[in-house]
Nanobody, 118 residues
Framework: QVQLVESGGGLVQPGGSLRLSCAAS????????MAWYRQAPEKQRELVAS???????NYADSVKGRFTISRDNAKNTVYLQMNSLKPEDTGVYYC????????????WGQGTQVTVSS
């Protein structure tokens, strides 16, 4: 069984920074895509950033230039460095991984709260 465990959320003032981490554990042969999603109150979950097994990244327009996604394959971990945070970045952040070979499955973390407020 695969589990994703997130850490790093919290309360931060506008303009501040946070770093989220998500580590996968269990029976893992291959991790393909990794990503971070977020869900603000009364809004749908949205993709924040993604990274392929080859290291190619993709970002939502709202976070380009402020957020950086990275991965450590040896540790089965994905990170999200968030700088210049804004109140509209507030929400629950979920990590996502596509794991398995030749058949892959989707896994989600439990979510971590990020609150940007003065």
């Amino acid at each position: 069984q695969v589990q994703l465990v997130e850490s790093g959320g919290g309360l931060v003032q506008p303009g501040g920074s946070l770093r989220l981490s998500c580590a996968a554990s269990g029976s893992i042969r291959s991790i393909n895509a990794m990503a971070w999603y977020r869900q603000a109150p009364e809004k749908q979950r949205e993709l924040v950033a993604s990274i392929t097994s080859g290291g190619s990244t993709n970002y939502a327009d709202s976070v380009k230039g402020r957020f950086t996604i990275s991965r450590d394959n040896a540790k089965n971990t994905v990170y999200l460095q968030m700088n210049s945070l804004k109140p509209e970045d507030t929400g629950v952040y979920y990590c996502y991984m596509r794991i398995g070979i030749p058949i892959s499955y989707s896994y989600w973390g439990q979510g971590t709260q990020v609150t940007v407020s003065s």
